[in-house]
């Protein structure tokens, strides 16, 4: 499988991100990109892909400042952080991210998928609840999301 290297800069962060990703993925991300650009408001407003064996990435199309691809890794190396439950979310305004060892209680699968299936004129819905590894609850608000990631096993929808 060919690959391509993202180095992808959000709104409000000086770091950029670098990802991996397959070439079907990046033709569709860049495709929503650059129709975003052109001011089509119906492309999908959050790309979801895997950017490695174990990990996805949740992407808001809005967010994006400057977008770099190659054929060869560009940038920095990036490690994404995330607790042993996995998910962490990259919200506007905020250095770092919320966090999560996401405990399987919460709507964590349903909320990815249906981001994903969003299209940048929908209206995003407001808030989510999701559990932490001790069961205390996580509120927050879904049009804050610049980037997400996420261990892919637990966003994956059974067949």
Not at 14 to 41: M, P, Q, S
Request: charged letters at 20%; proline letters at 5%; glycine letters at 10%.
């Amino acid at each position: 499988m060919l690959s391509r290297y993202l180095r992808v800069s959000f709104y409000g962060r000086e770091e950029a991100i670098r990802i991996e990703i397959g070439d079907a993925d990046y033709t569709e991300f860049l495709d929503g990109v650059k129709g975003l650009a052109a001011g089509n408001a119906h492309v999908p407003a959050f790309y979801l892909f895997p950017i490695d064996a174990e990990l996805s990435a949740l992407i808001s199309v809005k967010e994006i400042q400057f977008l770099q691809s190659g054929r060869q890794a560009n940038g920095h190396d990036w490690a994404p952080v995330l607790a042993a439950g996995g998910v962490a979310f990259h919200l506007r305004g905020r250095q770092h991210p919320l966090v999560l060892d996401y405990s399987g209680q919460g709507p964590l699968d349903d909320m990815f998928q249906g981001l994903a299936t969003a299209t940048y004129s929908d209206e995003v819905p407001g808030c989510v609840m999701l559990a932490d590894g001790a069961g205390e609850p996580v509120f927050f608000r879904l049009d804050e999301v610049q980037f997400a990631v996420v261990r892919t096993e637990l966003i994956r929808r059974p067949s």
